[in-house]
């Protein structure tokens, strides 16, 4: 079974300038996260979809953050505009609902 | 709220010596907890979870962790380490054993094995 993509796996950009990340999970999987990963600490949740409803974006800082998943499946996280602090690593997991998440290898974000 | 305190934020162990990596959690329900591992450049790989049935639970690569109520901790050990192990680990705490939701990680432990 093929796992989580996610592309692209490195981007540096400077500051104020806007990024696009993509997801694709795992067939099936109807349950998305994205996640932040600064580093030296554990992943944050920043957005949770249940199909292409949104769940749970309390920690997504929507006035530079944006995400969507149209049609169910792949899903696109945004930046616009990008700050020194969002530097980090940006994870996408997808969940089938027998109690596991599964994470894609991630997209390392440096803004400069 | 859910909290999870992972108690060493570095650990270093010879290759064969036991492993110990501690974890304590805080829950207002029921909670699921799991042990996951990153290594270095390589996405998040779960080596066992706990969702309320035996409290010792079994993972991959010979891990292994007891979920203790009464304590409120979820160890992870390791009898022998093997240079494959160094990594970093996180413990992690949600409610509900069906669909996951929001994890709620520690700050995660590195392990580094010694030859």
């Known amino acids: 079974e093929a796992g989580v993509a996610q592309s692209p796996r490195y981007k540096i950009i400077e500051k104020r300038q806007s990024v696009a990340f993509w997801c694709n999970p795992i067939s099936g999987h109807a349950t998305l996260y994205w996640y932040q990963q600064i580093l030296g600490q554990g992943p944050k949740l920043l957005i949770q979809f249940q199909n292409n409803g949104v769940v749970d974006d309390s920690q997504l800082p929507k006035d530079r953050f944006s995400a969507e998943r149209l049609k169910g499946v792949d899903s696109t996280l945004k930046i616009q505009p990008a700050k020194l602090e969002d530097s980090a690593v940006y994870l996408c997991?997808?969940?089938?609902?027998?109690?596991?998440?599964?994470f894609g290898p991630g997209t390392r974000l440096t803004v400069t | 709220a859910q909290s999870v305190t992972q108690l060493d934020s570095h650990v270093s162990v010879s290759e064969g010596t036991p492993v110990l990596l501690r974890c304590n959690y805080s829950s207002s329900y029921s909670p699921s907890l799991f042990w996951y591992v990153q290594h270095p450049n390589k996405g998040l790989q779960l080596l066992l979870k706990?969702?309320?049935?035996?409290?010792l639970v079994k993972g991959i690569n010979g891990f292994e962790a007891e979920f203790k109520k009464s304590e409120t901790s979820f160890h992870l050990t390791k009898p022998s380490a093997h240079m494959s192990d160094a990594a970093e680990y996180f413990c992690?705490?949600?409610?509900?054993?069906?669909?996951?939701?929001?994890?709620?990680f520690g700050q995660g432990t590195t392990l580094q094995v010694k030859p």
């Open positions: 997991a997808s969940d089938g609902g027998v109690g596991e998440q599964y």
């Open positions: 992690v705490v949600t409610h509900g054993s069906g669909n996951t939701g929001k994890l709620i």
């Open positions: 706990y969702t309320s049935a035996a409290t």
